[in-house]
C-alpha cells in the first residue's frame, strides 16, 4: 500500500513539474526580452542626451558616439541589480544636469 501511495504521487509530482519547466521557458524569454530593451532604451538615451549636450557645450561627436557606445557595452555586462542601478543613476546624473527633457 506504501508503494501504490508512491506511485500516485510521482504522477502528480511529475505533471506539476512538466508544468513548471513550461512556464520557465515563457519566464526565460520575458527576462531576456526586458533585458535587450532596457539595453536598446540606455543606448539610444545615451545617444541623444550626447547630442544634446554636444550642441550646447561644443562636444565633438566623436566623443559622444564613444560614450553612448561605452555605457551600452557597461551595461550589458552587468547584473540585473547592479544594471538597474547604474541605469538609475545615468538618468538621475542626465536629469540633474539638464541633458534631458524627460524626468521621472
Known amino acids: 500500500m506504501h508503494r501504490v501511495d508512491a506511485v500516485g504521487n510521482s504522477l502528480g509530482v511529475h505533471r506539476e513539474l512538466a508544468?513548471?519547466?513550461?512556464?520557465?521557458?515563457?519566464?526565460?524569454?520575458?527576462?531576456?526580452?526586458?533585458?535587450?530593451?532596457?539595453?536598446?532604451?540606455?543606448?539610444?538615451?545615451s545617444r541623444k542626451a550626447c547630442q544634446e549636450?554636444?550642441?550646447c557645450s561644443g562636444i565633438s561627436p566623436e566623443f559622444a558616439?564613444?560614450?553612448?557606445k561605452g555605457?551600452?557595452?557597461?551595461?550589458?555586462?552587468?547584473?540585473?541589480?547592479?544594471?538597474?542601478?547604474?541605469i538609475g543613476l545615468v538618468v538621475r546624473m542626465l536629469e540633474a544636469a539638464g541633458l534631458t527633457g524627460v524626468t521621472s
Open 65 to 68: 558616439r564613444r560614450f553612448a
Open 53 to 55: 549636450f554636444g550642441r
Open 19 to 45: 508544468e513548471g519547466i513550461g512556464s520557465l521557458s515563457r519566464w526565460h524569454k520575458g527576462v531576456h526580452q526586458k533585458k535587450t530593451e532596457t539595453h536598446r532604451k540606455i543606448v539610444e538615451g
Open 71 to 86: 555605457i551600452g557595452k557597461l551595461t550589458g555586462n552587468m547584473s540585473g541589480d547592479c544594471q538597474k542601478k547604474t
